[in-house]
């Protein structure tokens, strides 16, 4: 399991609206990835682990833009070069195709908001 493809995953997926499998490999990990934090105590799993529940947060609305800023920056694991910039691109892309998707999980559309 590579921690960033699964981020790479989660934008891929919320910028093409397909909400509900960024939130299945989400709800995926919850499952599995606690296991195996407690059996190997690895702090950069269960560091990407509060990540991905702070996605999931933003995502259905529980989570402040800021506030997600702030659980991927203070536990931010990943293997990249520009580590600022990665950030900055990750948190915009999910802005925007939360904004223009009207996205509020479970409850979504998935059709763009007034510009069509």
């Known amino acids: 399991m590579n921690p960033l493809f699964d981020l790479e995953i989660i934008e891929s997926a919320v910028l ?69 910039g990665f950030i900055n691109n990750f948190m915009y892309q999910l802005y925007y195709s939360k904004d223009r998707y009207n996205i509020r999980f479970p409850h979504f559309d998935g059709k763009r908001c007034n510009d069509l």
Request: cysteine-free; charged content about 30%.
């Open 16 to 84: 093409s609206g397909e909400v509900d499998d960024a939130m299945n490999l989400i709800q995926k990990r919850k499952r599995n990835l606690p296991g195996i934090v407690n059996a190997y105590k690895n702090e950069k799993l269960r560091s990407h682990l509060k990540v991905l529940l702070g996605i999931e947060g933003y995502l259905e609305d529980h989570e402040s833009f800021d506030s997600l800023l702030s659980i991927i920056t203070s536990n931010f694991v990943y293997d990249v070069d520009d580590r600022e």
